[in-house]
């Protein structure tokens, strides 16, 4: 254990229950890399669950909504809570370097009709029927990702498998070519990351690496929209009747949405999986014995870990919730990290355990008409690697704490550290 991350959180504990309500402020980057949130979170649950904070330095003025049962309620109310001004908590600082440039939609921060439209035309890729084609070839990848991976030394488990296996995945999705597969890994990053994190050094760096995946996604098009249809995301809203005519600016919304949605979210629940196993050797034990936990293993995996931390609306009129009045213009963000821990609808939520029963009774993946479209698929490609991975290792081995994602938005793991003592 880093004695300094204790430290820290120790601190934070201390602040948060200290502070006054009023004070309280969840959106702290500083806590989310230090993973000592957990407080905020648990007080405001206590006695603020629908919580005003107002304009700071960083953040406009949001409400913040921390029970699960809140949450689902702003969930699945498009109508009184829009997702048309987007979803996620933005800084002044980002707010400001987008509205120097034209704003496209994608369809997670579209309302209906829009985003029914434009979702029905990529969720194709992500049936059933399409999953049962995959399963194969990420089975295939997950294997060669696996085995070249070094025995007794220490290596980035973040690296060499979580962003190895998703952008396999996100590739053979947008036929993206594989030999340069970790683009996509790389936009994502640059996409999610504010300047100074991640790979992003300036907001003029982030502007340019947004051309340089723009640019490659509009070659993309244009080699689809003149060949016949295939399965994959780019030709198929290349052909679509609903986004054949999408803006430019609509078309790499869309593209940004897919790039994010479909690397870090599975890729932070692959690295926390390890992490979670370390941290419960009890749970690794229950594992390894009997590998039919696999599938219990990884919904409560995607709960405990919960990969985007929030998402935010707009409210469209004045409406009560929790007792407050939310005024029409509000934005009100849903805090799924802490409604995946709240005491009153999940038994012992702090716990990781592998055999709880109803796992997928988590919030993770999001509710109503804006319920994560690959949701499945996450679960498959958690699922093989974790079948192979107790094919081939007996133990993987934490070799110190991970380094974490400097966001409020994406809860993730930019390295950890692991030794594989040996195969099987």
Known sequence: MDDGSLEFREAAAAEAWATPIEALNPAQTDLFVNDAMWPVFERLRKESPVHWTPRGDEYDGFWSVTRYQDIMAVDTNHEVFSSADGIVLQSLEAKAESEKRPRGNSFIAMDPPGHDIQRKTVSPAVAPHNLQAMAPIIR????????????????????????????????????????????????????????????????AHKREQADACFAAFDQLWAERVNAPPKFDLVSMMAHAEATRNLSATDYHSNVVLLIIGGNDTTRNTISGSVYALNKNPDQYDKLRANPSLIPNMVSETIRWQTPLAHMARTATRDVELGGKTIKAGDRVVMWYVSGNRDEAQIEDPNRYNIERERPR????????????????????????????????????????????????????????????????
């Not at 081995?397 to 991970?402: H, Q, W």
């Open 140 to 203: 295939a990848e997950a294997g060669k990702i696996l085995d070249s991976l070094p025995i007794g030394q220490e290596f980035d488990w973040v690296d060499l498998v979580s962003k190895e296996l998703t952008a396999m995945t996100l590739a053979t999705l947008f036929d993206y070519p594989q030999a340069k597969r970790r683009e996509l890994t790389f936009w994502s990053d640059m996409f999610t990351n504010a300047p100074g994190f991640g790979p992003a050094k300036s907001w």
């Open 361 to 424: 009774n988590h919030l993770s993946f999001g509710f109503g008409i804006h319920r994560c479209v690959g949701n499945r698929l996450a679960e498959l490609q958690l699922t093989i690697i974790w079948e192979e991975i107790l094919a081939r290792f007996p133990e993987i081995r934490l070799v110190r704490e991970p380094l974490r994602t400097h966001s409020v938005f994406v809860k993730g793991y930019e390295t950890l550290p692991v030794v594989i003592p040996y195969r099987n």
